[in-house]
């Protein structure tokens, strides 16, 4: 895998302009994202909305004449042993950049976890409405809860977006590492990275982004009745 250097797909982007490029770009930097409270009154099963590293790495799905820049970016979790988890609400810090949103909807995505990336796809909502801070940081409440049994999980999020509309979203990035590190994958490989199936973040874009994602997981905590 080629690595994209964050310099200089950032370069033109190090402070957030509104005014839309020819072309998306793989990340923005320069900038502090602003998180919004929690939405829904259920607890907290995990939370990482800590450590803003400033920069946020793209990941959209833009309309049909900019697909092969379509990205995914995504982060790891477990739920503990002997435990089941219903989540209901998934918040992520992000930024608009290249243009000032807003999304249209949010995809939210779960996986197992395989060899320290997204693995099975064990729970899908392609477009969900959110609540947005009005910078790019979300609260998406689920349609149904996503009911994940304990173990290595990630979750990837995407903005539904239209490039020539609302410019582009990145998923922020944290300086500190829990477990393993962010994933991400282009497929259309529009970036250059050759990252068109899911791979460590940093592989992908040089390292220096932080290892990891801002995002925080809401809903109800269940002992399995044997």
Not at 5 to 13: D, G, H, N, R, Y
Not at 61 to 90: Q, R, T
Not at 136 to 158: C, D, H, R, T
Request: charged fraction near 15%.
């Amino acid at each position: 895998m080629k690595k994209t250097s964050l310099l200089a797909t950032a370069a033109v982007l190090a402070l957030t302009t509104g005014l839309a490029q020819a072309a998306p770009s793989a990340a923005v930097s320069g900038h502090v994202a602003r998180v919004a409270p929690a939405q829904s009154p259920d607890a907290v099963l995990y939370d990482q909305m800590d450590n803003d590293s400033g920069i946020g790495i793209t990941s959209q799905n833009f309309e049909a004449s900019f697909d092969i820049y379509d990205g995914m970016g995504a982060d790891d979790f477990k739920v503990p042993a002997g435990k089941i988890w219903l989540v209901k609400e998934v918040d992520v810090a992000g930024v608009y950049y290249n243009g000032s949103g807003p999304a249209a909807s949010v995809h939210v995505a779960f996986y197992k976890s395989k060899n320290g990336l997204p693995g099975k796809l064990v729970a899908d909502f392609p477009a969900v409405a959110y609540t947005d801070s009005g910078f790019g940081s979300f609260n998406v409440i689920l349609p149904s809860k996503a009911k994940l049994k304990e173990g290595k999980y990630f979750v990837a999020v995407q903005a539904n977006m239209d490039f020539s509309v609302g410019g582009q979203w990145g998923f922020e990035n944290r300086t500190v590492q829990s477990g393993d590190p962010a994933a991400w994958m282009n497929p259309g490989d529009g970036f250059g990275t050759g990252c068109t199936t899911w791979a460590v973040e940093s592989v992908c874009i040089v390292a220096g982004q932080g290892p990891d994602k801002m995002f925080r997981l809401l809903g109800k905590e269940k002992t399995p009745v044997n």
